[in-house]
Protein backbone atom coordinates (compact mmCIF):
# COMPACT_ATOMS: atom_id res chain seq x y z
CA UNK A 1 0.00 0.00 0.00
CA UNK A 2 2.84 2.56 1.12
CA UNK A 3 4.61 1.42 -2.50
CA UNK A 4 1.38 2.75 -4.31
CA UNK A 5 1.18 5.67 -2.44
CA UNK A 6 4.80 6.76 -3.74
CA UNK A 7 4.41 5.69 -7.31
CA UNK A 8 1.40 7.82 -7.42
CA UNK A 9 3.23 11.00 -5.99
CA UNK A 10 6.18 10.29 -8.42
CA UNK A 11 3.98 9.97 -11.10
CA UNK A 12 2.33 13.59 -9.95
CA UNK A 13 5.36 15.08 -9.07
CA UNK A 14 7.76 14.30 -11.62
CA UNK A 15 5.89 16.13 -14.66
CA UNK A 16 5.55 19.04 -11.99
CA UNK A 17 9.60 19.13 -11.55
CA UNK A 18 9.86 18.44 -15.62
CA UNK A 19 8.04 21.57 -16.45
CA UNK A 20 9.30 23.47 -13.61
CA UNK A 21 13.02 22.98 -15.09
CA UNK A 22 11.87 23.60 -18.81
CA UNK A 23 10.20 26.80 -17.92
CA UNK A 24 13.61 28.00 -15.85
CA UNK A 25 15.82 27.02 -18.78
CA UNK A 26 13.75 28.59 -21.73
CA UNK A 27 12.86 31.83 -19.14
CA UNK A 28 17.17 32.34 -18.37
CA UNK A 29 17.69 31.58 -22.27
CA UNK A 30 15.23 34.69 -23.49
CA UNK A 31 16.19 37.28 -21.04
CA UNK A 32 18.06 40.32 -22.96
CA UNK A 33 21.09 40.97 -20.56
CA UNK A 34 22.00 43.95 -18.83
CA UNK A 35 25.14 45.90 -19.73
CA UNK A 36 27.21 48.23 -18.19
CA UNK A 37 25.55 51.85 -17.49
CA UNK A 38 26.33 54.05 -20.04
CA UNK A 39 28.58 57.43 -19.20
CA UNK A 40 26.19 60.77 -18.65
CA UNK A 41 27.03 63.89 -18.30
CA UNK A 42 23.91 66.08 -18.12
CA UNK A 43 21.28 64.95 -20.14
CA UNK A 44 23.77 63.04 -22.65
CA UNK A 45 25.43 59.96 -23.07
CA UNK A 46 29.54 61.11 -24.01
CA UNK A 47 31.48 58.32 -24.71
CA UNK A 48 35.34 58.92 -25.86
CA UNK A 49 35.39 57.13 -29.51
CA UNK A 50 39.25 56.63 -29.37
CA UNK A 51 38.30 53.44 -26.94
CA UNK A 52 35.78 52.13 -29.66
CA UNK A 53 37.31 49.43 -31.87
CA UNK A 54 36.59 49.43 -35.07
CA UNK A 55 33.38 47.28 -36.23
CA UNK A 56 33.11 45.89 -32.62
CA UNK A 57 29.59 46.78 -30.63
CA UNK A 58 30.25 48.55 -27.24
CA UNK A 59 26.40 47.50 -25.25
CA UNK A 60 25.11 49.63 -22.41
CA UNK A 61 21.99 49.47 -20.77
CA UNK A 62 20.09 52.78 -19.41
CA UNK A 63 17.42 52.58 -16.70
CA UNK A 64 14.69 54.95 -17.84
CA UNK A 65 11.24 54.39 -15.11
CA UNK A 66 11.88 51.34 -13.80
CA UNK A 67 12.81 50.03 -17.81
CA UNK A 68 16.20 49.03 -18.83
CA UNK A 69 16.33 50.43 -22.29
CA UNK A 70 20.14 48.69 -23.72
CA UNK A 71 21.73 50.25 -26.83
CA UNK A 72 25.18 50.17 -28.53
CA UNK A 73 27.73 51.84 -30.26
CA UNK A 74 29.74 50.84 -33.06
CA UNK A 75 32.26 52.72 -35.24
CA UNK A 76 32.87 51.73 -38.84
CA UNK A 77 34.94 53.55 -40.59
CA UNK A 78 35.51 56.85 -40.22
CA UNK A 79 31.80 56.95 -38.67
CA UNK A 80 30.00 56.19 -34.70
CA UNK A 81 27.04 55.67 -34.99
CA UNK A 82 24.34 54.03 -32.44
CA UNK A 83 21.82 51.63 -32.27
CA UNK A 84 19.03 50.51 -29.94
CA UNK A 85 19.45 46.79 -28.74
CA UNK A 86 16.46 46.15 -30.12
CA UNK A 87 15.45 44.76 -33.63
CA UNK A 88 13.07 46.83 -35.79
CA UNK A 89 10.40 43.49 -36.75
CA UNK A 90 11.35 41.66 -33.63
CA UNK A 91 11.84 44.06 -30.53
CA UNK A 92 8.37 42.52 -29.29
CA UNK A 93 10.02 39.36 -27.97
CA UNK A 94 13.05 42.01 -26.15
CA UNK A 95 15.69 39.69 -27.16
CA UNK A 96 18.17 42.19 -28.42
CA UNK A 97 21.47 41.38 -30.40
CA UNK A 98 24.59 39.33 -29.90
CA UNK A 99 28.20 40.11 -31.36
CA UNK A 100 29.33 36.95 -32.22
CA UNK A 101 32.30 36.07 -34.63
CA UNK A 102 32.48 39.56 -36.39
CA UNK A 103 28.62 39.58 -36.90
CA UNK A 104 25.75 40.90 -35.21
CA UNK A 105 22.96 38.42 -34.63
CA UNK A 106 19.52 38.62 -34.02
CA UNK A 107 18.54 37.07 -30.54
CA UNK A 108 14.93 36.22 -31.33
CA UNK A 109 14.85 35.03 -35.86
CA UNK A 110 19.49 34.61 -36.01
CA UNK A 111 19.66 36.46 -38.82
CA UNK A 112 23.40 37.70 -39.09
CA UNK A 113 25.25 40.55 -40.84
CA UNK A 114 28.47 42.17 -40.90
CA UNK A 115 28.93 45.77 -39.09
CA UNK A 116 29.51 46.87 -42.30
CA UNK A 117 25.37 45.94 -43.38
CA UNK A 118 24.31 47.37 -40.07
CA UNK A 119 22.60 49.95 -41.15
CA UNK A 120 20.70 48.27 -43.85
CA UNK A 121 20.04 44.92 -42.23
CA UNK A 122 18.39 42.07 -43.65
CA UNK A 123 14.62 42.46 -44.56
CA UNK A 124 12.94 43.74 -41.35
CA UNK A 125 15.80 42.71 -38.96
CA UNK A 126 17.87 45.86 -37.94
CA UNK A 127 18.70 47.38 -35.05
CA UNK A 128 17.27 50.64 -34.74
CA UNK A 129 18.87 53.60 -34.69
CA UNK A 130 19.42 56.13 -32.15
CA UNK A 131 20.59 59.97 -33.18
CA UNK A 132 24.06 60.82 -32.30
CA UNK A 133 26.80 62.71 -32.94
CA UNK A 134 30.50 62.56 -32.42
CA UNK A 135 32.13 66.47 -31.37
CA UNK A 136 36.07 66.14 -31.04
CA UNK A 137 36.83 62.74 -29.79
CA UNK A 138 33.49 62.36 -28.05
CA UNK A 139 30.20 60.32 -29.24
CA UNK A 140 26.93 62.14 -27.85
CA UNK A 141 23.31 60.89 -27.29
CA UNK A 142 20.89 63.03 -25.89
CA UNK A 143 19.09 61.12 -22.63
CA UNK A 144 15.61 61.86 -24.01
CA UNK A 145 16.65 60.28 -27.61
CA UNK A 146 16.80 56.90 -25.41
CA UNK A 147 13.90 57.61 -23.26
CA UNK A 148 11.32 58.37 -26.07
CA UNK A 149 12.12 54.64 -27.16
CA UNK A 150 11.59 53.19 -24.13
CA UNK A 151 8.65 51.57 -25.13
CA UNK A 152 10.72 49.14 -27.33
CA UNK A 153 11.81 47.75 -23.84
Given at each position: ??????DR??R??????????V?I???A????????V??????E???????L????PV???????????S?????T?NR?????D?????Y???R??????G??????C???????????????????R???????A?Y???V???E??A???
Open positions: MKSEILREVFRPAWLICIFFFACSKQPSYPPPQRGSIVLDVRFQPETFFTYRYHGKRIFFVVRGVNSFLACASCPHKGYKYENMLVCRFNVEYSMAKIEGGIGGCYPIITGSVRGEHIPTALSMDKF
